[in-house]
C-alpha cells in the first residue's frame, strides 16, 4: 500500500505560561509526537476523549495548526516546514469539511458564490467554465442545480453539511479532513451523510481522515482506525477487528463505555477511574498508566515503545503481548 | 422486564394527555406539540427519544409548565398525583419544581450559577429541602446548623461518587469538570428524593468513558430512592442500555411507545424502524438506511399523519386523518393506520 500521507515525530505544541519578560516556560502538548501513514483511498478514523489533540493533529496535517517539529510528506513531498506562499500549490489538494455546517459557510453568499470561491484557488480550472462546475459539484452530492442561488440558511443541518463536502470537492481534493462532520446531525441525516461520503470515496477516489468520537460511526465507515489519547496514538488496526478485540488497556474502555443500541446486548457500562491529564503536565511513562488497571511500574517510568502486528498497524504498550495472549480485553 | 409489568398494575405517578402547545413566531403559529400522551411509573426509566425539534425538551418543560409564554397555548392535561400541573398557579408550582420532579440539563456548567460557590449553592437548597435532617443531626451530636449543614452536603457528594468534597465545595463552575458538574447536578436534583427526575440530553455533551459514570450513576441512585426518570435523549444507544421503556416522539407526537426489548425488535411504526435503521452498532456491520425527506415545518404541519409524506407505506387515510393509538401488546402502542402495509416494509 502506498502512503498518501507520511507523518514522522509530529509534534504541535501551543505555548501555555509566559514570564513577564515573554519567554515561554511551559507548553500545551497537543500533539505529542505522532508518526503515522495515511494509505492512499483509506478512510482512517481518528478516535479519542475531547481536548486529546484529534483535531490538532487534522490541523497540523493540513498546515492549518503550527507544526512545532516533525516532518509531514504529502504525495512524496515534504511541506512540514514550507513557508506559506510556497504551500499554495498544496492548498487545493486537501481539504477539511467541519462539524457546525451552519457556522462554516458565509451566510451571505449563496450557494453559487460560495462554491466558486473554492475554484478560484483552481488554476487549472478556467472561469468561465465555474458555473458548469459548480452545477456538476451540487449533482455530486445529490442536491438539485436551482439551489445555487440560495442562501445557506434555507437549508437543513443536513444540506448544509452536502454543501460543506461540494466546497471541499471543488478543487478536486485528494485528502479530505472530516473534522467531526456528523456529530451535529440527527442519526437519520448521519446516515445519509455518511453513505454520501463513502460514494464519493469509491467514485473519485479519496483519502479521508474521520476525525469523530463516536465508535460505531468509525466502525461503519472507516477502514483502519487510530485511537489518540492525550495527544499520543496508542492503537491503530482495522476498523473490523479493533472493537473486537482491543490490543490497548483504554481502546478496551472507550468499547465498554459505549451503550450499544441493542438492547439484546445489554451490558454493564464500563467505566475509567480518574480524569484525562492535562496537556501542559501529561504523567511520565505511558500517559495512560494513572487510569490503567493492568499498570506496573515500567508503565510510570518508561514510554512504551511500538509494537507492529502487521504493516498499519500497531500498539503502544508495555504490556501489549501478554495482554494479548491472555484475551484479557477482549 | 418484570418490573414494569408490575409497575403496570400501580398508578403511574405522571399522566400527561392530550398536551398541545403552540408559539407565536413570525412565520404564524408554530405548533409543536400535537396531542402527547403518556404515562410514567413510580421508579421506572423512561426514555423519550427523537429527533431535533420534535419536541422532546418542550414536552417536559410545559407538563412542569416551566414555559410561561406557551400558558395561554397550553392544552390538555398533565396529572402528578391527581394534580393538574397545567392549572396550578405559580406559587402551588414552587413547592413541586425541584423540591418532587427536578430536572438535569445538558450543559452542567451553565445550568450552575457561576457566581457562587458549589458549596453556597448546595447548601442553600440543603436548607430548605431537608430541615428536619439539620435538626435531627444537630441534636445528636450537638454541632452547630453550618457544620450539620455541610456535612449533609458532604454526604450527599460522596453518594454520587464526588471526592475531595471539601475543595469542591469551595469551588466555582469554571473549575469543575464536565462530568463533575453533571455529578454535582445529580445530587442536587435528588436531594429532596423526588418523585420525579427529568434528564434532558444530560449526557449529550460528556466523552462516553464519563458518560458511562453518569448512566451508572443516574441508574443506581433511582433505583436506591425509587426515581421515576423521563430520559430526553436522541442516542437510542442510551435508551437500549439503560432505560425500561422507550417512547418515539416524531413531530410533536409520540408515535410508538413500548418496553425497550420490544420496540427494538418489534418496532411498528415506519418511523421508528427507518431510525433503528439508521443508527450505527458497534460490532456489526451494516448497511445505513436512512428516512427520505426532511422534517416538517411545525407552522405548517402535513394533514393527517405527519409522517406521512416521508412515509413508503402511507396511503389515503394517512394523508386525512391523524391515526389513533392501537394496542400493539400489553404495553406496546403505536399511532399508525397501516400496520399491514408498513409491516411488509
Not at chain 1, 496508542?234 to 481502546?251: M, N, Q
Not at chain 2, 460557590?117 to 430541615?131: D, H, N, S
Request: aromatic share 6%; with cysteine.
Amino acid at each position: 500500500m502506498e502512503a498518501l500521507i507520511h507523518l514522522k515525530e509530529v509534534k504541535t505544541y501551543f505555548p501555555h505560561e509566559k514570564t513577564a519578560l515573554g519567554k515561554i516556560v511551559s507548553w500545551v502538548k497537543a500533539v505529542d509526537n505522532v508518526t503515522l501513514d495515511i494509505f492512499r483511498g483509506e478512510c482512517l478514523g481518528l478516535v479519542g476523549e475531547s481536548g486529546c489533540g484529534k483535531s490538532t493533529l487534522g490541523r497540523t496535517i493540513l498546515r492549518l495548526a503550527p507544526l512545532s517539529s516533525g516532518s509531514i510528506i504529502f504525495g512524496g513531498e515534504e511541506i512540514g516546514h514550507l513557508p506559506f506562499k510556497a504551500l499554495q500549490p498544496y492548498r487545493p489538494r486537501m481539504q477539511m469539511v467541519f462539524q457546525d455546517p451552519r457556522a462554516s459557510l458565509n451566510p451571505r453568499m449563496k450557494i453559487v458564490e460560495i462554491l466558486k470561491e473554492a475554484l478560484h484557488i483552481c488554476p487549472q480550472i478556467d472561469k468561465r467554465e465555474h458555473f458548469e462546475r459548480a452545477t456538476q459539484l451540487l449533482d455530486m452530492v445529490d442536491m438539485r442545480p436551482e439551489y445555487l442561488f440560495r442562501y445557506p440558511h434555507e437549508f437543513s443541518g443536513g444540506q448544509q453539511q452536502r454543501i460543506c463536502i461540494a466546497r471541499a470537492l471543488a478543487t478536486q481534493p485528494d485528502f479530505l479532513v472530516f473534522d467531526e462532520a456528523t456529530s451535529a446531525l440527527d442519526v437519520s441525516v448521519q446516515a445519509q451523510i455518511i453513505n454520501l461520503m463513502a460514494m464519493l470515496r469509491g467514485k473519485l477516489g479519496l483519502t479521508y481522515l474521520f476525525i469523530s468520537h463516536d465508535l460505531s460511526i468509525l466502525e461503519q465507515v472507516c477502514t483502519r482506525v487510530a485511537v489518540m489519547y492525550a495527544g499520543d496514538i496508542v492503537e491503530i488496526r482495522d476498523a473490523a477487528s479493533l472493537f473486537k478485540t482491543p490490543g490497548h488497556p483504554y481502546t478496551k474502555a472507550l468499547r465498554d463505555a459505549l451503550p450499544i443500541a441493542d438492547p439484546a446486548r445489554r451490558h454493564e457500562l464500563g467505566t475509567l477511574q480518574g480524569e484525562v491529564p492535562k496537556l501542559t503536565h501529561p504523567p511520565p511513562g505511558c500517559k495512560f498508566h494513572p487510569r490503567c488497571s493492568y499498570a506496573t511500574d515500567i508503565c510510570a517510568e518508561q514510554q512504551p515503545a511500538v509494537a507492529f502486528s502487521e504493516p498499519g498497524s500497531w500498539v503502544r504498550c508495555h504490556h501489549h503481548e501478554e495482554l494479548w495472549k491472555k484475551r484479557v480485553l477482549h | 422486564m418484570q418490573m414494569t409489568k408490575e409497575a403496570k398494575k400501580i398508578e403511574p405517578i405522571l399522566r400527561v394527555q392530550d398536551l398541545k402547545v403552540s408559539f407565536n413566531s413570525a412565520r404564524g403559529r408554530v405548533k409543536v406539540l400535537e396531542g402527547v400522551d403518556f404515562e410514567l411509573y413510580p421508579g421506572e426509566i423512561l426514555a423519550l427519544v427523537g429527533e431535533t425539534g420534535c419536541g422532546k425538551s418542550v414536552t417536559a418543560k410545559t407538563a412542569l409548565n416551566l414555559i410561561p409564554q406557551a400558558r395561554p397555548y397550553l392544552r390538555g392535561h398533565v396529572y402528578f398525583q391527581g394534580q393538574d400541573l397545567t392549572a396550578l398557579p405559580n406559587q402551588a408550582l414552587v413547592s413541586i419544581w425541584g423540591k418532587r420532579i427536578s430536572m438535569i440539563f445538558q450543559n452542567p456548567q451553565a445550568s450552575i450559577n457561576p457566581v457562587f460557590t458549589l458549596g453556597e449553592q448546595m447548601f442553600r437548597l440543603i436548607k430548605m429541602f431537608l430541615p428536619e435532617e439539620i435538626k435531627s443531626i444537630q441534636q445528636q451530636s450537638g454541632i452547630g446548623a453550618k457544620t450539620a449543614v455541610r456535612q449533609i452536603a458532604t454526604e450527599k457528594l460522596k453518594e454520587v461518587g464526588l471526592m475531595e468534597t471539601e475543595r469542591l465545595l469551595n469551588s466555582y463552575a469554571f473549575e469543575i469538570s464536565g462530568g463533575m458538574a453533571q455529578r454535582y447536578k445529580i445530587a442536587l436534583a435528588l436531594l429532596s428524593s423526588p418523585e420525579i427526575l427529568i434528564a434532558d440530553e444530560a449526557t449529550s455533551s460528556l466523552d462516553v468513558t464519563v458518560q458511562a459514570h453518569i448512566l451508572k450513576l443516574l441508574k443506581k441512585m433511582c433505583r436506591l430512592k425509587g426515581t421515576a426518570i423521563l430520559f430526553i435523549t436522541h442516542d437510542l444507544g442510551i435508551a437500549a442500555q439503560i432505560c425500561d421503556r422507550i417512547a418515539v416522539m416524531y413531530a410533536g407526537r409520540i408515535v410508538e411507545i413500548a418496553e425497550t426489548a420490544e420496540i427494538f425488535v418489534n418496532p411498528l411504526h415506519p418511523y421508528t424502524k427507518g431510525l433503528l435503521g439508521a443508527v450505527p452498532q458497534l460490532g456489526m456491520q451494516k448497511q445505513l438506511t436512512s428516512i427520505p425527506g426532511l422534517i416538517p415545518d411545525l407552522s405548517n404541519p402535513p394533514e393527517g399523519c405527519r409522517f406521512h409524506p416521508r412515509c413508503e407505506s402511507a396511503g389515503d387515510l394517512c394523508r386525512r386523518e391523524k391515526p389513533a393509538y392501537r394496542y400493539a401488546g400489553a404495553s406496546h402502542t403505536v399511532a399508525c393506520d397501516g400496520p399491514k402495509r408498513s409491516d411488509s416494509l
